[in-house]
């Protein structure tokens, strides 16, 4: 099976080739990004957690990926993080199910499981 670390560091290895013909329209996402997940009513970790439910949802292994190792620097526990997949689940059932290994995965690749 492959390691889930690698492929994230694959796919943010081509991140800035994909970015750089779109400088003005990526720092326009970065902008909104940075915004979305500052702290506010909802504190930065629970915004991860959010996201990372969506992308399970999406089937973004990108976005998993990286919700997931997002919400853990964030502070996110191993808790709080299954927690989040078991809410992503009962919304959407075998989509989020079936994602759900890779975030299992990445968190033991992390020392976390």
């Keep these: 099976m492959e390691s889930q670390l690698e492929l994230y560091s694959d796919i943010r290895k081509y991140t800035p080739r994909y970015e750089e013909p779109l400088p003005s329209t990526m720092a326009a996402y970065r902008a909104l990004s940075d915004e979305v997940y500052k702290d506010g009513a909802l504190s930065h970790k629970v915004k991860r957690l959010i996201a990372l439910g969506i992308a399970l949802r999406a089937g973004c292994t990108a976005c998993i990926l990286h919700q997931t190792k997002l919400a853990v620097e964030a502070?996110?526990?191993?808790?709080?993080?299954?927690?989040?997949?078991?809410?992503?689940?009962?919304?959407?059932?075998?989509?989020?199910?079936?994602?759900?290994?890779?975030?299992?995965?990445?968190?033991?690749?992390?020392?976390?499981?």
């Excluded at 502070?75 to 927690?83: F, I, P, Q, R, W």
């Excluded at 009962?90 to 199910?97: N, Y």
Aim: no cysteine; glycine share 10%; net charge neutral.
């Design 75 to 113: 502070g996110a526990s191993k808790a709080e993080v299954t927690e989040a997949v078991s809410v992503a689940i009962a919304m959407s059932g075998s989509a989020a199910l079936g994602w759900s290994w890779r975030v299992v995965k990445l968190l033991e690749e992390l020392g976390r499981w």
